[in-house]
Protein backbone atom coordinates (compact mmCIF):
# COMPACT_ATOMS: atom_id res chain seq x y z
CA UNK A 1 0.00 0.00 0.00
CA UNK A 2 2.76 2.19 1.02
CA UNK A 3 4.38 1.58 -2.21
CA UNK A 4 1.54 2.34 -4.04
CA UNK A 5 1.13 5.56 -2.45
CA UNK A 6 4.66 6.54 -3.27
CA UNK A 7 3.98 5.68 -7.18
CA UNK A 8 1.25 7.71 -7.22
CA UNK A 9 2.71 10.83 -5.21
CA UNK A 10 5.59 10.32 -7.82
CA UNK A 11 3.66 10.47 -10.64
CA UNK A 12 1.56 13.53 -9.69
CA UNK A 13 4.73 15.24 -8.98
CA UNK A 14 5.95 13.80 -11.93
CA UNK A 15 3.39 15.52 -14.44
CA UNK A 16 2.03 18.13 -12.80
CA UNK A 17 2.37 21.19 -14.70
CA UNK A 18 3.41 24.86 -14.00
CA UNK A 19 0.57 27.02 -14.08
CA UNK A 20 1.31 30.00 -16.19
CA UNK A 21 -0.43 33.37 -15.71
CA UNK A 22 0.12 36.15 -18.47
CA UNK A 23 -1.85 39.88 -19.23
CA UNK A 24 -2.20 39.47 -22.97
CA UNK A 25 -3.15 36.34 -25.56
CA UNK A 26 0.39 37.12 -27.51
CA UNK A 27 2.58 36.21 -24.49
CA UNK A 28 0.46 33.10 -24.16
CA UNK A 29 1.34 32.05 -27.68
CA UNK A 30 5.26 32.55 -26.54
CA UNK A 31 4.98 30.79 -23.19
CA UNK A 32 3.23 27.45 -24.87
CA UNK A 33 5.76 27.30 -27.49
CA UNK A 34 8.54 27.31 -25.10
CA UNK A 35 6.63 25.17 -22.12
CA UNK A 36 4.36 23.05 -24.74
CA UNK A 37 2.78 20.17 -22.15
CA UNK A 38 4.72 21.09 -19.38
CA UNK A 39 2.43 24.23 -18.22
CA UNK A 40 -1.11 25.23 -18.28
CA UNK A 41 -1.58 28.91 -19.35
CA UNK A 42 -4.11 31.44 -19.16
CA UNK A 43 -4.90 34.61 -20.20
CA UNK A 44 -5.84 38.12 -18.20
CA UNK A 45 -6.90 40.37 -20.89
CA UNK A 46 -8.24 38.29 -24.03
CA UNK A 47 -8.81 39.41 -27.47
CA UNK A 48 -11.47 42.27 -27.83
CA UNK A 49 -11.10 44.40 -24.37
CA UNK A 50 -8.98 46.94 -23.61
CA UNK A 51 -5.87 46.47 -21.12
CA UNK A 52 -6.62 49.97 -20.65
CA UNK A 53 -9.35 49.32 -18.82
CA UNK A 54 -10.12 45.56 -17.97
CA UNK A 55 -11.12 43.84 -14.77
CA UNK A 56 -10.47 40.39 -14.21
CA UNK A 57 -13.53 37.72 -13.98
CA UNK A 58 -13.92 35.54 -10.37
CA UNK A 59 -12.57 32.48 -12.30
CA UNK A 60 -9.32 34.40 -13.56
CA UNK A 61 -8.16 35.57 -9.94
CA UNK A 62 -8.94 32.03 -9.06
CA UNK A 63 -6.24 31.09 -11.63
CA UNK A 64 -3.92 34.27 -10.17
CA UNK A 65 -4.60 32.29 -6.65
CA UNK A 66 -2.94 28.46 -8.11
CA UNK A 67 -0.50 30.09 -10.47
CA UNK A 68 3.43 29.64 -10.21
CA UNK A 69 4.16 32.00 -12.73
CA UNK A 70 2.83 35.27 -13.59
CA UNK A 71 4.56 37.23 -16.98
CA UNK A 72 4.16 40.71 -17.13
CA UNK A 73 4.44 42.79 -20.24
CA UNK A 74 4.10 46.20 -18.91
CA UNK A 75 0.21 46.75 -20.34
CA UNK A 76 -1.65 49.74 -17.85
CA UNK A 77 -3.77 46.92 -16.58
CA UNK A 78 -0.60 46.05 -14.50
CA UNK A 79 0.07 48.61 -13.24
CA UNK A 80 -3.27 48.79 -11.27
CA UNK A 81 -3.76 44.60 -10.86
CA UNK A 82 -0.27 43.39 -10.18
CA UNK A 83 0.07 44.10 -6.16
CA UNK A 84 -3.51 42.62 -5.54
CA UNK A 85 -2.17 39.31 -7.53
CA UNK A 86 0.81 39.42 -5.46
CA UNK A 87 -1.74 39.89 -2.23
CA UNK A 88 -4.00 36.96 -3.19
CA UNK A 89 -0.92 34.35 -4.11
CA UNK A 90 2.58 35.20 -1.60
CA UNK A 91 4.11 32.43 -3.93
CA UNK A 92 3.39 34.00 -6.93
CA UNK A 93 6.64 34.70 -9.28
CA UNK A 94 6.22 38.07 -11.14
CA UNK A 95 8.44 37.99 -14.20
CA UNK A 96 8.63 40.45 -16.96
CA UNK A 97 9.10 39.30 -19.99
CA UNK A 98 9.83 42.25 -21.67
CA UNK A 99 13.33 42.83 -19.79
CA UNK A 100 16.07 43.33 -21.96
CA UNK A 101 13.92 45.40 -24.67
CA UNK A 102 14.83 49.19 -25.01
CA UNK A 103 10.88 50.88 -24.98
CA UNK A 104 10.07 53.63 -27.14
CA UNK A 105 7.96 56.46 -26.15
CA UNK A 106 4.69 57.15 -27.67
CA UNK A 107 4.57 60.46 -29.12
CA UNK A 108 0.96 61.21 -28.16
CA UNK A 109 1.42 59.73 -24.54
CA UNK A 110 4.75 60.57 -24.00
CA UNK A 111 4.78 57.16 -21.92
CA UNK A 112 6.76 54.27 -22.26
CA UNK A 113 5.06 52.02 -25.74
CA UNK A 114 4.02 48.57 -23.78
CA UNK A 115 3.41 46.60 -27.66
CA UNK A 116 6.93 45.35 -27.88
CA UNK A 117 5.93 42.22 -29.47
CA UNK A 118 4.81 43.41 -32.56
CA UNK A 119 8.39 42.81 -33.59
CA UNK A 120 9.88 39.33 -34.08
CA UNK A 121 13.39 40.52 -32.81
CA UNK A 122 11.67 41.72 -29.53
CA UNK A 123 10.25 38.82 -29.11
CA UNK A 124 12.98 36.59 -29.19
CA UNK A 125 13.85 38.71 -26.23
CA UNK A 126 10.99 37.51 -24.45
CA UNK A 127 11.19 34.05 -25.05
CA UNK A 128 14.66 33.88 -23.71
CA UNK A 129 12.99 35.00 -20.81
CA UNK A 130 10.45 32.74 -20.29
CA UNK A 131 12.79 29.86 -21.07
CA UNK A 132 14.70 31.18 -18.39
CA UNK A 133 12.09 31.68 -15.84
CA UNK A 134 10.73 28.16 -16.44
CA UNK A 135 13.92 26.69 -16.74
CA UNK A 136 14.42 28.25 -13.04
CA UNK A 137 11.09 26.60 -11.45
CA UNK A 138 11.37 23.10 -13.37
CA UNK A 139 14.82 22.15 -13.60
CA UNK A 140 13.90 18.85 -14.75
CA UNK A 141 12.65 19.38 -17.69
CA UNK A 142 15.15 21.83 -18.58
CA UNK A 143 16.54 20.83 -21.87
CA UNK A 144 13.12 20.30 -22.76
CA UNK A 145 12.46 23.98 -22.88
CA UNK A 146 16.13 24.95 -24.15
CA UNK A 147 14.84 22.56 -27.34
CA UNK A 148 11.52 24.37 -27.56
CA UNK A 149 13.39 27.81 -27.63
CA UNK A 150 15.98 26.99 -29.88
CA UNK A 151 13.25 25.80 -32.60
CA UNK A 152 10.80 29.06 -31.85
CA UNK A 153 14.05 31.41 -32.16
CA UNK A 154 14.30 29.65 -35.76
CA UNK A 155 10.24 30.70 -36.32
CA UNK A 156 11.18 34.18 -35.11
CA UNK A 157 13.95 34.40 -37.92
CA UNK A 158 12.24 33.06 -40.15
CA UNK A 159 9.29 35.87 -39.60
CA UNK A 160 11.09 38.53 -39.33
CA UNK A 161 12.55 37.59 -42.71
CA UNK A 162 9.53 37.11 -44.80
CA UNK A 163 7.93 40.17 -43.18
CA UNK A 164 11.43 42.66 -44.93
CA UNK A 165 10.89 40.53 -48.32
CA UNK A 166 7.07 41.90 -48.10
CA UNK A 167 8.41 44.80 -47.65
CA UNK A 168 11.54 44.63 -50.28
CA UNK A 169 10.13 47.11 -52.45
CA UNK A 170 8.53 49.35 -50.02
CA UNK A 171 10.39 53.11 -50.14
CA UNK A 172 11.96 53.45 -46.78
CA UNK A 173 10.37 55.66 -44.21
CA UNK A 174 6.86 54.47 -45.70
CA UNK A 175 3.58 55.65 -43.44
CA UNK A 176 0.64 53.87 -42.53
CA UNK A 177 -1.76 55.03 -40.33
CA UNK A 178 -3.55 53.87 -37.10
CA UNK A 179 -6.30 54.85 -34.82
CA UNK A 180 -4.15 53.59 -31.58
CA UNK A 181 -0.27 53.40 -32.07
CA UNK A 182 -0.21 49.82 -31.51
CA UNK A 183 2.42 49.30 -34.27
CA UNK A 184 5.26 51.26 -33.42
CA UNK A 185 8.04 48.70 -32.50
CA UNK A 186 6.66 46.89 -35.59
CA UNK A 187 7.17 50.51 -37.76
CA UNK A 188 10.71 50.68 -36.65
CA UNK A 189 11.89 47.20 -37.36
CA UNK A 190 11.22 47.92 -41.03
CA UNK A 191 12.13 51.05 -41.38
CA UNK A 192 8.26 52.56 -41.47
CA UNK A 193 6.18 54.79 -39.79
CA UNK A 194 2.69 54.70 -38.27
CA UNK A 195 0.58 58.17 -37.86
CA UNK A 196 -1.92 57.59 -34.84
CA UNK A 197 -5.55 59.19 -35.56
CA UNK A 198 -6.47 59.31 -32.16
CA UNK A 199 -5.19 61.89 -30.08
CA UNK A 200 -4.75 61.35 -26.21
CA UNK A 201 -6.57 58.37 -26.47
CA UNK A 202 -9.75 59.80 -28.02
CA UNK A 203 -11.55 60.40 -31.06
CA UNK A 204 -9.82 63.45 -33.26
CA UNK A 205 -11.58 67.25 -33.77
CA UNK A 206 -12.77 67.88 -37.16
CA UNK A 207 -9.96 70.27 -37.92
CA UNK A 208 -7.78 67.58 -37.07
CA UNK A 209 -9.32 64.97 -38.99
CA UNK A 210 -8.91 67.78 -42.06
CA UNK A 211 -5.77 67.54 -41.45
CA UNK A 212 -5.06 64.05 -41.29
CA UNK A 213 -6.87 63.51 -44.65
CA UNK A 214 -4.33 66.06 -45.77
CA UNK A 215 -1.56 63.84 -44.20
CA UNK A 216 -2.46 60.75 -45.57
CA UNK A 217 -3.29 62.02 -49.03
CA UNK A 218 0.48 63.65 -49.30
CA UNK A 219 2.24 60.34 -47.96
CA UNK A 220 -0.27 58.05 -50.36
CA UNK A 221 -2.13 55.89 -47.33
CA UNK A 222 -3.26 53.10 -48.48
CA UNK A 223 -5.09 51.77 -45.51
CA UNK A 224 -5.64 52.58 -42.50
CA UNK A 225 -5.73 50.35 -39.29
CA UNK A 226 -8.24 49.67 -36.40
CA UNK A 227 -8.75 47.89 -33.54
CA UNK A 228 -11.48 46.06 -32.38
CA UNK A 229 -10.79 47.49 -29.05
CA UNK A 230 -11.26 51.06 -30.03
CA UNK A 231 -14.17 53.00 -31.69
CA UNK A 232 -13.35 53.05 -35.35
CA UNK A 233 -15.48 56.14 -35.94
CA UNK A 234 -13.30 58.74 -37.24
CA UNK A 235 -11.11 55.86 -39.19
CA UNK A 236 -14.45 55.26 -41.46
CA UNK A 237 -14.22 58.67 -41.74
CA UNK A 238 -10.86 59.18 -43.14
CA UNK A 239 -11.25 56.12 -45.16
CA UNK A 240 -14.57 57.22 -47.01
CA UNK A 241 -13.04 60.70 -47.47
CA UNK A 242 -9.93 58.98 -48.70
CA UNK A 243 -11.42 56.12 -50.83
CA UNK A 244 -9.33 53.24 -48.71
CA UNK A 245 -9.95 50.81 -46.72
CA UNK A 246 -10.21 50.02 -43.00
CA UNK A 247 -8.19 47.13 -41.83
CA UNK A 248 -9.18 45.54 -38.65
CA UNK A 249 -5.92 44.62 -36.77
CA UNK A 250 -4.99 44.00 -33.23
CA UNK A 251 -1.68 43.31 -31.77
CA UNK A 252 -3.89 41.05 -28.97
CA UNK A 253 -4.57 38.96 -31.51
CA UNK A 254 -4.22 35.40 -31.19
CA UNK A 255 -3.17 34.75 -34.63
CA UNK A 256 0.17 36.60 -33.95
CA UNK A 257 2.36 35.74 -36.73
CA UNK A 258 0.05 35.72 -39.37
CA UNK A 259 -1.53 39.10 -38.07
CA UNK A 260 1.82 40.88 -38.44
CA UNK A 261 2.35 39.11 -42.32
CA UNK A 262 -1.04 41.15 -43.23
CA UNK A 263 0.13 44.29 -41.80
CA UNK A 264 2.88 43.77 -43.99
CA UNK A 265 1.42 42.90 -47.15
CA UNK A 266 -1.19 45.80 -47.01
CA UNK A 267 1.62 48.55 -46.36
CA UNK A 268 4.01 47.24 -49.25
CA UNK A 269 4.18 48.48 -52.55
CA UNK A 270 2.15 47.15 -54.71
CA UNK A 271 4.42 45.49 -58.20
CA UNK A 272 3.22 47.84 -61.14
Known amino acids: MKKLLFILLFSSLTFAKTN ?8 KIFVDKIGGDKVE ?23 VSRADIYFTIGVEFEEIWLEKFKNQ ?11 GIKKNREAHHHE ?17 NIANSLIEKDRNNSKYYKENLKTFLIELDSLDLKIKNILEKTTKNSAFMVFHPSWGYFASQYGL ?76 TKEP
Request: proline fraction near 7%; glycine fraction near 2%.
Open 193 to 268: RQIAVEVDGKEPKMRALVNLIKEAKKEKIRAIFAQPEFSDKSAQILAKSLDIKVIKASPLSENWSENLINLAKAIA
Open 112 to 128: LDPHVWVNPVNVKIIAQ
Open 89 to 99: NRELMVIDSSK
Open 41 to 63: TSVMVLSGSSPHNYSPKPSQMLN
Open 20 to 27: IVVTVLPQ
